[in-house]
């Protein structure tokens, strides 16, 4: 199994531009979710998802859109980027809702909007 | 608000000494608590995890300790080595259906 894969691994941007962070999951985990990670700050949650075709927000979610059309799948995508989305973004996956299963976190993109 | 919050952002420790990692919380109603350890440039990885109804769990050279009188988590390292300094995190939630929450990290770096 690969786990969870993210790319790209680094991502320069203009303010304005919109891009598509994916993230791929060999699993058959249900749950996937996405993170940011700000220098000195805990990993915050971005959106989530408990199954194909179903996703929600998180804690700060604003400035970002995801769909879930299959399992294995859960890109995230930037509208118009700003520099405050400058972060490192992790994508997570466990098996199923409702249990204490780990969470399985990918390598990360690293993103600077200039 | 409550949050999961660390008492050190950063923890020196020589090789072959014992690290001790604190983490603070103040949602009495979590009940399930997890250390990850993250190396640079990578994710975080699970490293151990405790559910309410326990106060301590060992695995392989860590210990997590659970005081719920006092709303303390702690992680202990034995034998401490350099591929353990890394930024660790311990992470809440509050029921099965529930989301994490990080706290923000402590750098642990091992001299020799």
């Known amino acids: 199994n690969a786990g969870v894969t993210q790319t790209p691994k680094f991502q320069v941007l203009k303010t304005g531009q919109s891009m598509t962070l994916q993230c791929a999951q060999d699993m058959n985990h249900e749950y996937m979710s996405w993170y940011r990670q700000d220098p000195g700050m805990g990993l915050r949650l971005i959106h989530y998802?408990?199954?194909?075709?179903?996703?929600d927000q998180g804690e700060v979610p604003n400035g970002y859109n995801v769909s879930r059309s299959t399992t294995e799948d859960f890109p995230l995508r930037l509208l118009s980027a700003a520099p405050s989305q400058t972060s490192v973004y992790f994508c997570a996956s466990s098996v199923q809702v409702g249990s204490y299963n780990e969470q399985f976190f990918g390598p990360g993109t690293r993103l600077t909007v200039l | 608000g409550e949050s999961v919050g660390l008492h050190l952002p950063t923890l020196s420790v020589q090789e072959g000494d014992n690290s001790i990692i604190n983490c603070a919380y103040s949602n009495s109603a979590s009940d399930y608590f997890i250390w990850y350890k993250q190396e640079s440039g990578k994710g975080p990885q699970f490293i151990i995890d405790i559910r309410s109804n326990m106060d301590k769990r060992q695995g392989q050279r860590v210990t997590v300790l659970l005081n719920k009188t006092v709303k303390h988590l702690s992680l202990q390292i034995a034998a401490t080595q350099p591929g353990d300094s890394a930024v660790y995190f311990c992470?809440?939630?509050?029921?099965?259906?529930?989301?994490?929450?990080f706290g923000a990290g402590t750098q642990v770096v091992v001299t020799p």
């Open positions: 992470a809440e939630k509050k029921n099965s259906w529930g989301k994490l929450q």
């Open positions: 998802s408990v199954g194909a075709g179903i996703t």
